[in-house]
C-alpha cells in the first residue's frame, strides 16, 4: 500500500522523535509498502514564538492538497503528533468528501504533559501557557475525532487520550516505540574494557596522550542521552553525582534549551564536577551505539514521557536503566525510580551498578524490534481499511 506519512521531525537533523519515524518508515518499506514522507524538511520549519502550528502545519496541508490535486493518490495518511493541527481540520470539514484513511500517532499528549507541569508547580512561559500548548490540546482533541485510528505509545498515552479527548477506546491503539537491534547491540567483548566517558574507545594497554575523558579499569560510566528541558530532570544527575564516589562520571549527549544548559554547567562548576562529567553535546543517530555501549547505566529522570526510545537503545546494548516518567511493562535490567529525590537516586544508581544489573536482551530482540513494531502498526492499516 501506499502511505503519506505526516511529521515535523525526519532526518537529518537526527533530533527528537526523527529517528523513530524513520526507522518506521524503512521497516514498512521493508513489508512491502510505499512510503512518502511531508515533513519540516519538506516546508518551513517552526520560527520561534510562531511555532508548528503557524509554519510547518498549514504548509504541509496546503502541500497534501496540491498532492492531490496533481491526481496523486494513497491508500492511506498516517499522521504524527501536532503538525497535523491543520490536516485534522481538513478532515473535520471535507472528511465526507476525501475519505482517505486516516490513522493519528500520539507519542505524547498536550493534555498529559500540562496535567504533569501543574502537578509539579511547573512555571510556563507566556507563550507556552496560552499559545502552543492550548493549540496542542485542540490539535489532539479534533484529530481523534477524525482519525479512523489512534495510535499511541504506551497505555498511559491511551488513558490520557480517552480521558481528556473523549477518544473512542475501540478505535485507540496501544504500540510501543521500537529499537534498531541491528543497530543499537552488545558491544563486542573486549580484554579490557577501558572505556572514554565520550563514547570513543581507548587501546587496550590505555596510553593516551590526553587521558582526560578516558577511563580507569574501576570507572563507572552512568550516561544521558535525549533532549536537554527541565521536564527530562538532568541537573537532578549532576546532583547526584556529589553522593557518588570520584569513580562515577556522566556523559550527556544532546542539546536543548540554552538557559538550561547554562544552567547545568553553573551546577557542574559550582559543585567542581568538571573532571567527572562530560557535556558531548549533539550526536547524530547513527553514531550513538558505542556511547551506551560504554556505559554502566542509562539515566532519565524525567517528569513525564510517552514511551521515550532512548531507554530501548540502551536495554537492547545490555545496559540497565533507572528512570522514570513513564510506565512499560517489567522487564530485566529496567527499573522506576519512585521519588526524584537526589539522595535516592544516587542510592538506586550505585545500587544498579555495583549490584551487576543484567538485561533482558532478547525479549527487546523479540518485542521492540521496529520491524515488529511495524506488523503491529500494519494490522491497524488492514483492519481499518476492510
Not at 109 to 130: C, I, N, V
Request: glycine share 8%; hydrophobic share 40%; with cysteine.
Amino acid at each position: 500500500m501506499k502511505i503519506l506519512r505526516l511529521a515535523y521531525e525526519y532526518p537529518p537533523p537526527w533530533d527528537g522523535l526523527g529517528s523513530a519515524i524513520y526507522e518506521i518508515t524503512q521497516a514498512q518499506i521493508k513489508l512491502g509498502n510505499q512510503v512518502e514522507v511531508f515533513s519540516s524538511k519538506n516546508f518551513p520549519r517552526a520560527l520561534k514564538r510562531f511555532s508548528v502550528f503557524l509554519t510547518t502545519s498549514p504548509s504541509v496541508l496546503l502541500g497534501y492538497v496540491f498532492y492531490r490535486l496533481r491526481g496523486k493518490k494513497v491508500d492511506l495518511v498516517h499522521g504524527h503528533g501536532h503538525i497535523t493541527l491543520w490536516f485534522n481540520l481538513y478532515k473535520r470539514l471535507f472528511g465526507w468528501v476525501d475519505k482517505t484513511p486516516y490513522v493519528l500517532h500520539f507519542h505524547v499528549t498536550a493534555a498529559g504533559r500540562e496535567a504533569k507541569a501543574q502537578e509539579k508547580g511547573s512555571k510556563l512561559d507566556f507563550w507556552t501557557k496560552y499559545f502552543e500548548w492550548p493549540l496542542h490540546k485542540f490539535s489532539d482533541r479534533i484529530g481523534c475525532r477524525v482519525a479512523d485510528a489512534v495510535i499511541c505509545t504506551s497505555h498511559v498515552v491511551k488513558e490520557e487520550a480517552v480521558k481528556h479527548y473523549q477518544a473512542d477506546p475501540q478505535k485507540t491503539f496501544v504500540v510501543e516505540n521500537g529499537v534498531n537491534t541491528r543497530l543499537f547491540a552488545r558491544p563486542i567483548p573486549r580484554p579490557t574494557r577501558l572505556r572514554r566517558l565520550d563514547g570513543g574507545q581507548a587501546q587496550p594497554d590505555g596510553l593516551t596522550t590526553k587521558p582526560v575523558g578516558f577511563s580507569l579499569a574501576e570507572r563507572r560510566n552512568i550516561l544521558y542521552v535525549g533532549a536537554l528541558s527541565k521536564r527530562k530532570n538532568v541537573h537532578l544527575i549532576i546532583e547526584a553525582l556529589k553522593f557518588l564516589s570520584k569513580k562515577y562520571h556522566l556523559a550527556i549527549v544532546g542539546r536543548g534549551d540554552e538557559r538550561y544548559q547554562k544552567y547545568l554547567k553553573e551546577l557542574v562548576q559550582k559543585f567542581g564536577l568538571d573532571d567527572r562529567i562530560k557535556f558531548v553535546g549533539y550526536v547524530e543517530y547513527l553514531k550513538l551505539p558505542s556511547y551506551y555501549q560504554n556505559a554502566d547505566l542509562f539515566v532519565l529522570p524525567s517528569s513525564y514521557e510517552g514511551l521515550p526510545k532512548v531507554i530501548l537503545e540502551a536495554l537492547s546494548c545490555g545496559v540497565p536503566v533507572l528512570a522514570s516518567g513513564f510506565k512499560m511493562d517489567k522487564i530485566s535490567g529496567l527499573r522506576f525510580l519512585k521519588t526524584l529525590d537526589v539522595e535516592n537516586l544516587a542510592t538506586e544508581i550505585k545500587k544498579i551498578i555495583e549490584g551487576g544489573e543484567k538485561v533482558d536482551v532478547e525479549k527487546i530482540q523479540n518485542q521492540y524490534d521496529w520491524f515488529v513494531k511495524a506488523g503491529e502498526i500494519q494490522r491497524i492499516y488492514d483492519r481499518i481499511r476492510l
